[in-house]
């Protein structure tokens, strides 16, 4: 059974953000295609991938004509979330020739991207090799687009950390230097009432200790930031599963093996699943 990747998507805020993407793109109108092509003429298209690739946000291609245009046919040969190779074709359109052109560009560029996303993930998640570590995104994504870059980390196989700065609470670096260190940042949050979960990241073995005494019953998960391999092993015999224990910086495809084969990890956050990804591919070739 495939997995239902959309089942907490936000569709309404989705539906707003490619409005005012069709609105940028539009101007005042397709000058190009009104001024050539037939405002009756129909279009069949396929949607061919290029190189090798896990495709994701087929949904959201799909939302981009329907937008522009409802009565644009759309028939998928795909399943996100799956790897494919270069020349398959994903899909067949058919429909209003001025319409498909205009959905073409945006629907194109939000596809690629998404896709670039959930390839990286899906190839990290492959060499990390460990299942009982989940593979998370960060804050680091494209502005007004990280409703959709989050949702292809998840279609790629990768799980979403916080989605903003209002639904965890992290404290970071800079928190803790602007409360004078972590040991008064720790006795400053134990007055502060909060439901929300609770991170602390610590950059060397001695904060995380401090945060085993004091932070214990206080704190959801420690953040191990650009631990060396010899310190996140020795953090995890110390932590004696007191705290969930996440991974940050220094995580590449060359060296994420290692970090699987240690026993204690619960998640390795990731910026590059994001902010450094090559936009897969894929093009919408007209058929005559």
């Known amino acids: ?14 539906k707003k953000l490619i409005e005012q993407a069709l609105r940028e793109d539009k101007g005042t109108g397709d000058a190009t295609s009104n001024l050539l092509i037939d405002k009756s003429k129909i279009y069949h298209a396929e949607l061919l991938l290029k190189e090798d690739a896990v495709i994701a946000g087929f949904k959201i291609f799909e939302m981009v004509f329907d937008i522009v245009d409802s009565g644009v046919k759309i028939k998928k040969h795909i399943d996100e979330g799956k790897f494919y190779k270069k020349g398959t074709i994903a899909a067949e359109i058919k429909g209003n020739a001025r319409s498909m052109l205009l959905a073409e560009r945006l629907s194109l ?19 990390l090799n460990n299942d009982s570590i989940k593979l998370i995104d960060t804050r680091k994504t494209t502005p007004n687009l990280r409703l959709f870059e989050k949702l292809a980390v998840k279609i790629g196989g990768g799980a979403n950390h916080r989605f903003g700065l209002y639904d965890m609470i992290l404290i970071k670096d800079n928190h803790i230097e602007s409360n004078g260190g972590i040991l008064n940042t720790l006795e400053k949050l134990k007055k502060i009432k909060t ?94």
């Open 109 to 127: 560029n939000l596809i690629q991207r998404m896709s670039g996303i959930a390839t990286k993930t899906f190839k990290m998640r492959k060499l």
């Open 195 to 288: 439901s929300l979960k609770k991170e602390i990241e610590v950059k060397d073995l001695n904060e995380f200790q401090i945060a085993q005494i004091h932070g214990n019953g206080l704190i959801d998960i420690v953040m191990l930031d650009n631990f060396k391999l010899q310190d996140v092993k020795r953090a995890a015999e110390m932590n004696k599963r007191k705290f969930k224990i996440e991974i940050s910086g220094g995580v590449n495809e060359s060296n994420i093996a290692q970090y699987g084969k240690i026993k204690g990890i619960d998640f390795i956050s990731s910026g590059a699943l994001t902010h450094s990804v090559k936009s897969v591919d894929l093009s919408l070739n007209f058929i005559s």
């Open 1 to 14: 059974m495939m997995k239902n990747y959309y089942k907490d998507f936000n569709f309404s805020k989705a």
